[in-house]
């Protein structure tokens, strides 16, 4: 098992080296993320331990995928499996678990102790022949794959939703309607292949207002729910509710150009950090938005036309 780990470990360096990070440094930057937006989360809504726990179980049930676990199997015997998943499972929870002690949550931090624990002892051996069915066409895949992969985020969003007017907690909506455009956002962040781009007979600019198009109806689609819900129930802050979304457009959009901006290569770090000063100065969108529009047509010409 210790040469799995460390194959990980090289892989998890490698990965940061490809996107011009010193690994120490991701790591370190990585640690003050979680800090700065477990603290936010603690902050705005007082049913943060619960939003914490359901967090923390969502990224745990992904080490539990079909494929990834039958290959473990065929490597190891069955009592090293079920150590290797624990382990997993509980380098991914630790953290949460330690931040809600330091909150004094400690019956939340006992549960989802307990809950990582048991989830390793879920049975994932047959795979489901059910195909989720979404709201979506063919042609906007992005939107289409992307809900079937991470369907249960918008459903964590909803119930923050219905908390928020359950205890008349506004700031908590807006939190939940953050959490269902990140999820449209996280769509656009990985390239396709060429060929999913080549297949259209437009031009860079029809491209673009195409993908455009299809970001404002289906993340509208997506987030009506809460939308609608807030603002019935607060009617007086309807425009804030508007412009987080109209913001939320902006966001997905901009992403959506930064990929097709250095495509068919990936993302780099360099973008997340430039994203990040952007998520602190909103008004930076007009100058990125221009730029990554010019050179998102010149790397999309050389394969549209």
Same mark, same amino acid.
């Given at each position: ?79 090293? =499996? ?28 006992? !549960? ?5 624990? !048991? ?67 996280? =769509? ?35 987030? !009506?729910?809460?939308? $609608? ?5 607060? =009617? ?37 950090? $430039? ?17 990554? =529009? ?12």
């Amino acid at each position: 098992m210790k040469e799995y780990f460390t194959l990980q470990l090289k892989i998890l360096n490698r990965q940061l080296t490809d996107w011009g990070v010193i690994p120490v440094f991701g790591y370190l930057i990585a640690i003050a993320v979680f800090i700065g937006l477990s603290t936010t989360l603690f902050e705005k809504t007082q049913y943060a331990e619960y939003a914490y726990i359901l967090l923390a179980l969502s990224i745990v049930t992904k080490l539990a995928e079909v494929s990834r676990n039958e290959f473990l199997k065929l490597w190891y015997s069955k009592s090293e =499996y079920f150590k290797l998943r624990i382990i997993e499972n509980f380098i991914i929870a630790t953290p949460f678990i330690f931040f809600l002690i330091f909150k004094e949550k400690y019956m939340s931090s006992f !549960l989802l102790l307990i809950a990582t624990g !048991l989830s390793t002892l879920i049975n994932f051996n047959k795979k489901p022949n059910f195909v989720l069915p979404t709201p979506f066409s063919t042609n906007p895949f992005e939107f289409t794959v992307g809900f079937r992969i991470n369907y249960f985020l918008y459903l964590f969003a909803y119930f923050l939703a219905f908390m928020s007017i359950s205890v008349n907690n506004f700031n908590l909506g807006l939190f939940s309607l953050i959490v269902a455009l990140l999820g449209c956002l996280s =769509y656009y962040v990985k390239s396709e292949r060429e060929f999913y781009v080549w297949i259209f007979s437009l031009s860079p600019k029809e491209f673009l207002l195409y993908k455009l198009k299809n970001i404002i109806q289906y993340s509208t689609l997506l987030c !009506l729910p809460i939308i $609608v819900s807030l603002s019935l129930c607060f =009617y007086t802050k309807i425009d804030i509710i508007l412009g987080f979304q109209c913001l939320g457009y902006l966001f997905i959009f901009t992403t959506m150009l930064a990929k097709y901006s250095v495509f068919p290569e990936k993302l780099n770090m360099r973008f997340t950090v $430039v994203f990040a000063f952007i998520v602190w100065l909103p008004p930076l969108l007009i100058v990125i938005i221009p730029y990554l =529009y010019i050179q998102s047509t010149k790397k999309l010409k050389e394969i549209l036309t």
